[in-house]
């Protein structure tokens, strides 16, 4: 399969690699504005490491709805879109304390990223393509 028909498509495999993109893109744009705000703007570890997220996680959440599931942001969903960050963050740190004791602290992140990605992109997707989350006048993907 084309590279760019597997980006551009609409089944659901692209759609997973998109969300795939927007996700490491998240997480290189959070560390890049990590650095900055440290070695450039000299802000503090914990308030950079706060900012970058926030700012990180804006960017996350337009890309996923315009680029992912094409599909235009509103309030509602970034409501949903909020909800299940929380919702995920709160499961990995379970996960980590369960796991950390089964395969030690430092692999403890590896298994419970496993099962909290895929969770995580269908609660992102449920907050995209959810009547809950979209106006009445939207088109909704199924």
Same mark, same amino acid.
Do not use: W
């Given at each position: 399969? #084309?590279?760019?028909?597997?980006?551009?498509?609409?089944?659901?495999?692209?759609?997973? !690699?998109?969300?795939?993109?927007?996700?490491?893109?998240?997480?290189?744009?959070?560390?890049?504005?990590?650095?900055?705000?440290?070695?450039?703007?000299? !802000?503090?570890? !914990?308030?950079?490491?706060?900012?970058?997220?926030?700012?990180?996680?804006?960017? #996350?959440?337009?890309?996923?709805?315009?680029?992912?599931?094409?599909?235009?942001?509103?309030?509602?969903?970034? !409501?949903?879109?909020?909800?299940?960050?929380?919702?995920?963050?709160?499961?990995?740190?379970?996960?980590?304390?369960?796991?950390?004791?089964?395969?030690?602290?430092?692999?403890?992140?590896?298994?419970?990223?496993?099962?909290?990605?895929?969770?995580?992109?269908?609660?992102?997707?449920?907050?995209?393509?959810?009547?809950?989350?979209?106006?009445? #006048?939207?088109?909704?993907?199924?």
């Amino acid at each position: 399969m #084309n590279l760019k028909k597997l980006i551009n498509g609409d089944s659901r495999l692209s759609e997973i !690699v998109r969300f795939a993109l927007v996700g490491g893109l998240a997480t290189v744009l959070q560390y890049a504005f990590y650095v900055i705000f440290v070695n450039v703007v000299h !802000v503090r570890a !914990v308030p950079s490491s706060m900012i970058s997220y926030a700012l990180s996680f804006i960017v #996350n959440f337009f890309l996923s709805s315009y680029f992912t599931f094409h599909s235009r942001p509103n309030a509602k969903k970034g !409501v949903g879109f909020t909800l299940s960050h929380l919702f995920n963050m709160g499961l990995q740190t379970g996960l980590v304390a369960i796991f950390k004791g089964i395969v030690g602290p430092t692999l403890a992140l590896l298994p419970a990223m496993a099962i909290c990605i895929p969770v995580n992109y269908l609660l992102v997707r449920f907050a995209f393509t959810s009547r809950l989350f979209t106006s009445g #006048n939207e088109k909704r993907k199924a």
